[in-house]
């Protein structure tokens, strides 16, 4: 996707009824406008937490004079259930409490409290205790799809779970012998199930990308949502979408550069 087309997505995904509008519009899956909304949602939190967090003193107060919670954090235009969990430290409830309302609202004893945190519980689509099983499911597809496709090339491998300990990171997807697909050797294959713009690339690059090139040499990492296409990689790492899935792979005539 060229970065303009996606920068036009990200700019129009400011809440989450967003999704659907703009799915119907552009024709586009739901599931990719969710990706990105997520994406973006995560990075403005974090962004304003702190600024969001100096005026909790004022949304207590709105509280106490009769807003609710889901009021409140549509004022602030900061993610529902971050809202509560601000508003609940300051109220000198400890996280604990907070998330076991969250994930048991029927233990809460005032009924107020209970329909409002049902309400922003329902409400978001990324801190929610439902929504983040969603995010957790969609990796898991992911690597399914990959472990999948490999064994389908007849591709021997060993993921994360069955190499953990023997190196200090570990790529989803460790190859026992080099293969050659679409026109690349590789040795490790990373999956992605989110949408691989510019940050998310960068993030995935600094924090695992680049160790497993140097510790393994060359590799791909499949971003199955898409990726746009003018972000930079350093030469042994290659970038592509769910048209792997797509491709024949087979192995080449020598062992792995960086491990045996």
Known sequence: MKYDDFKNLYNQLNKSSDIKDLSCKTGLDEELLNVIYTQRITRETTRAYYKVERYVKDMVRDWHKGMSLLEISEKAEFPPIMTGLLMFKEMGKGKKEFWSYVRQPDIIASARLKREIIEITEADFVYSPWANEKQKQRGIWGENNLQCWLQDQGIDFRTEKDIRG?????????????????????????????????????????????????MFGKGTVVYWFGYVDDVELPEGVNIIDASLTNLTCKYIDRCPEKFH
């Not at 999956?191 to 995935?204: C, I, L, M, Q, W």
Request: with cysteine; glycine share 4%.
């Open 166 to 214: 023997e190196f200090t990171k570990t790529p989803d997807c460790l190859l026992d012998k080099s293969i050659r697909v679409n026109g690349w050797d590789i040795n490790w294959i990373e999956s992605k199930a989110t949408f691989g713009d510019r940050v998310e690339v960068n993030r995935n690059l600094k924090k695992q990308l680049a160790p497993y090139l140097d």
